[in-house]
């Protein structure tokens, strides 16, 4: 059974390489081209609805969980695997916690790559990653403090890998009152940086635009 597969990279060359030696691998049909992980690629993979989605390691981890997050919402029944440059069990389980069906090292070649992914996505491999004890507070899922709208409108777009000033601008606001409504979201959340508001966002739902719980006017 041949199962579709898209690829989400940052790199160009990469995706390139990577497509060439999955298209090698038996039972993979590989869609043309790439989705761009520096932006939102639900559209795409909407689009096409592949069975497999394979998620390079970004250069920001923020974008990365948010790519997963978002796929998975997207297509939950997709396999999704994730690239990982460093096999760290902490950055494993945060990507297991937005979404990921798997990880592999980037340091196989890639026709093992290949390979791994299509046993992956026939669910004959299985990995639990440990759960590392969180060092800071953390909310409880059930007491989560609400939003106000702006800081949910920051937060979605941290999210999704934006700067501070580029959120000034679509915003239209100062980078200034970003950061001040940063502050007032990683304290609400029980977080201290960017990756891990949008860890938290994703695993609580919070980047749904369709959502409106969790919301304070």
């Known amino acids: 059974m041949s199962r579709s597969l898209l690829i989400i990279a940052d790199d160009a060359l990469s995706a390139s390489a990577l497509r060439r030696a999955l298209r090698a691998t038996s039972g993979c049909q590989v869609f043309d081209g ?19 989605v394979v998620v390079d390691d970004l250069r920001s981890r923020a974008y990365t969980l948010a790519r997963i997050g978002e796929i998975r919402a997207t297509l939950p029944d997709a396999k999704i695997v994730l690239l990982a440059a460093r096999m760290e069990t902490a950055w494993l389980s945060e990507a297991v916690a937005a979404g990921a069906d798997a990880a592999l090292a980037k340091a196989f070649r890639l026709e093992t790559i290949g390979v791994l992914i299509r046993e992956v996505a026939a669910g004959n491999v299985f990995h639990s990653f440990d759960t590392p004890t969180p060092a800071l507070r953390t909310v409880p899922d059930n007491d989560l403090p609400q939003l106000t709208r ?5 937060l979605r777009l ?3 890998g934006a700067p501070n000033n580029r959120i000034a601008a679509q915003l239209w606001i100062t980078e200034q009152t970003v950061k001040f409504h940063l502050s007032k979201v990683y304290r609400k959340l029980g977080v201290s940086n960017r990756t891990e508001a949008s860890h938290r966002a994703h ?3 919070l980047l749904d635009t369709a959502q409106e719980t969790g919301i304070a006017a």
């Open 34 to 52: 790439y989705a761009d992980g520096r932006g939102p690629c639900g559209v795409v993979a909407a689009m096409r609805r592949p069975d497999i």
């Open 150 to 154: 702006r800081e949910l409108e920051v």
């Open 158 to 160: 941290v999210a999704a």
């Open 203 to 205: 695993i609580h739902g």
